[in-house]
């Protein structure tokens, strides 16, 4: 168990590196044309082949990583504490505030996102740099992805309020928020990792659904949402297999955070 | 199923009392219509899939070579045309029938036109016989001929007849009754279209053998390209139309002979600048996209050839303008694309006195130039040429952002709040005659793209653009409307309102077993000669 | 009329949204040291007493009425916040299932920890030689390694003590147990109510002792309330509910007794005669 542990630990250690320093491993920079090869196989040159533009894909890949690792998990972050507070709180104290609460996370759920995304689009200036274009498009990711997770917690803080050992608590005299904080919240831990981990690869395939309404990372940065998008074409994968390198890294990084969180085992 | 298809054959052989010489008769094609066709009534029709049923079923009066270009006498013998392009007179062939044995003759005709020119019938091909408002007379002096008198004289008049459908004033069959080579027998909505040959119909080949050669013709609905695809590779089908260049490619390894680049087509993409006076974007930028070195500078710097050889694999050619050189008779060939040269883009950018310091451009008043580009999200070409065209646009230090939009989006856009900047489309084109692109360059139109519903045109050019357009439409001169148009293309070509980038080559599959087969261009580019297309090994496509 | 004034008199009703009048008008008193026994099958409304009378019956959605003086206070005249003061400290409860009243994500320490701090301050050391303490009051080994372990790495007898010795950490006035050994085989189960008894004697703990077990109620308490259906329908000093029950539900419930619990009492007196018996109240 600890040495898998160690491994992923180390596996994601290397990934986190060489996506920070993806200039100093990149061979190209991830946004040329090499228009003389585009759709290349392998090769010294381009250890991923090119894409349909000729962009060198294992540049593309790093910088790409670097996008998603570092915002995907900021996103998640995000949208699962919202999720605890907004869940967590409602469940635990119950009454009015939970139907309010669930009521809006029922009402968040059955928006039209896509519709309220198209507004949100129209309201952003069109010149938006590309960087911008990714901070804004994570914010909308946590900010809007938080519903599913609080209902979640929300059932958990639930049934947590009923508990005996919640009664148990308030029956020594200890303070409700404190309760919350020290006895509520510590169960929900497994809960809230499982709505973490759940939602990072969920908001990397969603940043690539944004860019269908203008809203994801916009070109020329490469993120994974965007190279997913490249296997639609199917012939061009069969043609070259290692355009799945960015679904196989997506693969091990979130098995590798599956492994190394920590988990308290309550059932010795 | 199988033997009961044979067996149909049979009888519909034995029946039409045409027996099959050498091995050239018979045999059903097969091949996918990509939506239910939404009417059988010839004169209704208004989109492709019924637009098919009425090509392969219909017979007319003149019919425009798809492969020439060049109108062709077919149930009319001989035409003429007078009082410029007010009057037509048809003299048509002797002893035809319909499909059900009916006699044809003149009264026909002049049913057809009454009926397709009936305002309350609201049929598209007849709307576009209406120039101005009086009514029609439709005359049949004799059973052979017909004369046909409008109110005003009506833009390209001959050609409109391609479109119109004879059908019967006696037949108790109505509509179904057809003088085409093919026959609607079975429908099954959701499914399938499935047509007989007409043993009536009046071509007959060089050796006197009447046609059309093949039996029946099965449609199948569907709306799936890559099931298509499959169903091409496994033989089950023997053409596809308007294929993608990358369907293509991935045919093109497989079965290399299958597949026919037929050339450039009509269609093109092409980028415009926004010139609304009204535009909610800065003032600066507006005088930017209003000044004609500006546009001519980013069309110089965009690289023609490589976008159609990165983005479509070779599968088109570098666009001049808003006619295609697949258009043999309107095309200006005076005219070249404008070629890939950024040092002349920033020559030309200087005399407005920009700066390039190497790395960021910058207009007199020290802005950045940079811009967005709008396109519509999901059209992986466009993505792909936007991506292309960025890169390019670099190099002479012009930022341009990428906006992908969904085509609501985009058109509120484009026609309504006029908040965007540069936008890339396609064009397409269905029309040869340029009276099909009046509503483009017309100033006062809505489709004015670059800055619609123009009280009096903002630039002498557009002023010119109108004169010139109103002038080919006014004479039924074809040498003096081409002129008049060969200077709209020269005038666009310099001004660059729309940057014209690409056109598109139209591609085909066809399964070898067919012979006789001449991809083109014109739409339905596989099948426009079907009358004569034949299974060169007889099995193949009769049943499977 | 008794010398000592009453340590808890009440007098209450309790209802459930779906489920009205699961205590009628139910009063009685309690004396300093005095252990109580309330006794009546499940549904009678027992546990829904033992949580009115600490006001904690809306954490189970119920509503009460009524009046509770507990230590010449009126409870349902406190705010939420003396109210808060008063659990723990001076009102413990102890629940009936062990294993489901001790958090399973917390450390046996840190729960005990949390409801010290509930009440007192004190330095990290001061805490945790109070806690320790207070273990080896309930006959629990008083070492740092208990305090490491979760929940789930005790016995359930085990369990139950620290249960106990988180209600009784801060010394209350009274205890509220809530059939604290239903979930315990037999000899656990002796071992606990001993435990209550040695509690008694040794802190003055006055505990009302919840059970439907008249047996185990009786060799342990100076009075006994019987509760059916909602209301009080007998309580006096045990010997005379066993001797002589009034009720025709007291005498269903005696007749149904296996063994001779009179016996059985006289023996346990002797552990228990040091307990402060009111002189005859009423």
């Keep these: 168990m600890n040495t898998i542990r160690q491994i992923a630990a180390v596996l994601l250690g290397i990934i986190f590196l060489a996506t920070l320093f993806a200039g100093a491993f990149a061979p190209a920079p991830y946004a040329k044309q090499f228009r003389e090869s585009p759709n290349a196989s392998p090769s010294r040159m381009h250890l991923l082949g090119t894409d349909e533009l000729g962009r060198d894909l294992f540049s593309r890949l790093l910088y790409g990583s670097r996008v998603s690792l570092l915002l995907a998990p900021a996103a998640a972050l995000l949208a699962t504490s919202i999720a605890a507070l907004v869940g967590g709180l409602a469940g635990y104290a119950g009454g009015w505030l939970e139907r309010i609460a669930m009521a809006g996370t029922d009402l968040s759920m059955s928006l039209p996102w896509l519709f309220l995304l198209l507004t949100v689009r129209a309201v952003l200036p069109l010149n938006v740099p590309p960087a911008a274009s990714l901070l804004i498009t994570f914010a909308l990711l946590g900010l809007f992805g938080w519903a599913a997770s609080a209902r979640v917690i929300c059932a958990g803080a639930r049934s947590l309020r009923n508990s005996d050992f919640v009664l148990q608590a308030k029956a020594c005299g200890c303070p409700s928020l404190r309760v919350l904080a020290r006895h509520v919240l510590p169960n929900l831990r497994p809960a809230l990792f499982a709505q973490l981990l759940i939602s990072i690869p969920v908001f990397i395939l969603t940043e690539a659904n944004l860019g269908i309404l203008g809203l994801g990372v916009s070109e020329p940065l490469p993120s994974w949402g965007g190279l997913l998008r490249g296997l639609e074409n199917w012939g061009a994968v069969q043609a070259n297999p290692w355009r799945l390198a960015p679904l196989l890294l997506l693969l091990i990084v979130v098995s590798c955070f599956q492994l190394i969180l920590p988990r308290e085992d309550f059932a010795a | ?215 029946s013709i099965r449609l199948d609905i569907q709306q799936n390209r890559d099931l298509e695809l499959l169903r091409f590779k496994r033989g089950e089908i023997q053409l596809i139309n308007n294929l993608d260049a990358s369907y293509f490619e991935n045919l093109a390894k497989e079965e290399p002979a299958a597949v026919h680049d037929i050339g450039p087509s009509l269609d093109a993409e092409h980028m415009w600048f926004n010139q609304v006076p009204a535009a909610p974007i800065p003032d600066f930028k507006k005088k930017w996209f209003r000044s004609a070195n500006f546009r001519l500078a980013v069309s110089e710097a965009i690289s023609r050839e490589d976008l159609c050889r990165v983005v479509f694999s070779g599968h088109a050619r570098p666009a001049v303008g808003p006619v295609s050189p697949a258009n043999l008779f309107w095309f200006n060939r005076s005219l070249q694309p404008h070629p890939h040269a950024p040092q002349e883009a920033l020559r030309r950018l200087q005399q407005d006195g920009f700066r390039f310091d190497g790395h960021v451009l910058r207009d007199g008043e020290g802005h950045a130039v940079e811009f967005s580009i709008v396109t519509n999200a999901g059209n992986k070409s466009r993505e792909q040429m936007a991506a292309m065209i960025q890169q390019d646009l670099e190099q002479i230090g012009i930022r341009l952002n990428i906006v992908t939009l969904d085509f609501p989006s985009l058109i509120e856009r484009i026609s309504r709040t006029f908040d965007y900047e540069l936008c890339l489309l396609g064009f397409v084109n269905v029309d040869l005659d340029p009276n099909g692109q009046m509503n483009v360059w017309l100033s006062s139109s809505s489709n004015h793209q670059w800055n619609p519903e123009q009280k009096s045109p903002a630039t002498p050019w557009e002023a010119e653009i109108d004169r010139l357009m109103q002038a080919q439409a006014s004479t039924p001169d074809q040498n003096q409307r081409k002129r008049s148009f060969d200077q709209v293309q020269k005038i666009v070509w310099d001004q660059q309102p729309f940057i014209y980038l690409v056109n598109k080559n139209a591609l085909a599959a066809i399964s070898p077993a067919l012979a006789n087969t001449s991809p083109v261009v014109l739409r339905p580019q596989t099948f426009w000669n079907v009358e004569s297309l034949y299974y060169s090994n007889q099995g193949r496509g009769v049943g499977q | 009329m008794s010398a ?176 604290p050994t239903s979930a315990l085989d037999v000899i656990t189960q002796a071992e606990i109510l001993q435990l209550f008894v040695r509690l008694n004697r040794e802190f003055r703990i006055a505990i009302l002792y919840v059970s439907h077990d008249l047996l185990s109620v009786a060799s342990l308490c100076h009075r006994i309330a019987i509760l059916h259906d909602g209301e009080i329908v007998e309580l006096d000093a045990a010997e005379q509910i066993l001797r002589s029950p009034q009720h025709p539900y007291t005498r269903r419930l005696i007749s149904s007794l296996p063994s001779h619990p009179i016996a059985m009492r006289e023996e346990l007196a002797v552990a228990t005669d040091q307990a402060c018996v009111p002189a005859e109240p009423r």
């Design chain 2, 1 to 215: 199923m199988r033997r009961l298809t044979l067996a149909l054959i049979a009888a519909s052989i034995l029946l039409s009392g045409v027996l099959p010489a050498k091995s050239q008769s018979g045999g059903e094609l097969h091949f996918v219509l990509r939506a239910e066709p939404k009417t059988f009534d010839p004169m209704l029709v208004d989109e492709e899939a019924s637009e098919t049923i009425r090509f392969l079923t219909g017979g007319v009066l003149i019919r425009v070579n798809r492969k020439t270009q060049a109108l062709e006498p077919e149930l009319a013998a001989s035409w003429k045309v007078s009082q410029r392009g007010k009057k037509i007179s048809f003299h048509l062939r002797d002893g035809l029938s319909f499909s059900d044995g009916t006699p044809f003759s003149a009264e026909d005709v002049a049913f057809t036109m009454r009926k397709l020119l009936d305002p309350n019938l609201h049929s598209p091909t007849g709307d576009s016989f209406r120039s101005s408002e009086g009514s029609v007379r439709v005359a049949a002096p004799s059973a052979r001929d017909v004369i046909i008198e409008f109110p005003a004289p009506v833009a390209g008049l001959e050609r409109l007849f391609d479109q119109v459908a004879i059908v019967s004033s006696r037949s108790p069959k109505k509509e179904t009754a057809v003088l085409g080579p093919f026959t609607v027998a079975e429908y099954k909505s959701g499914a399938y279209v499935l047509l007989k040959r007409n043993p009536y119909y009046w071509k007959k080949d060089a050796h006197g053998q009447r046609l059309p050669y093949l039996d």
């Design chain 3, 4 to 179: 000592t004034p009453p340590l808890l008199s009440l007098r209450l009703s309790a209802d459930y949204p779906n489920k009205p009048n699961v205590l009628r008008d139910v009063s009685f008193e309690m004396y300093p040291g005095e252990i109580l026994g309330l006794i009546g099958q499940s549904g009678s409304g027992k546990s829904t007493l033992a949580l009115a009378i600490l006001r904690l019956l809306h954490l189970r959605r119920g509503g009460q009425r009524g009046e509770i003086w507990f230590q010449g206070r009126s409870l349902m005249r406190l705010s939420e916040r003396e109210m808060r003061a008063l659990r723990g400290r001076e009102l413990g409860l102890v629940l009936q299932s062990p294993l489901s009243a001790l958090n399973p994500a917390l450390r046996i320490g840190t729960q005990l920890e949390e409801a010290w701090r509930a009440h007192a301050d004190g330095s990290r050391d001061a805490v945790r030689s109070a806690i320790l303490e207070t273990l080896s009051s309930v006959s629990l080994p008083a070492e740092a390694a208990l305090l490491r372990r979760y929940p789930s790495q005790l016995s359930v007898g085990q369990a139950q003590r620290v249960l106990i010795a988180m209600a009784i950490l801060h010394r209350p006035a009274l205890l509220i147990a809530d059939e």
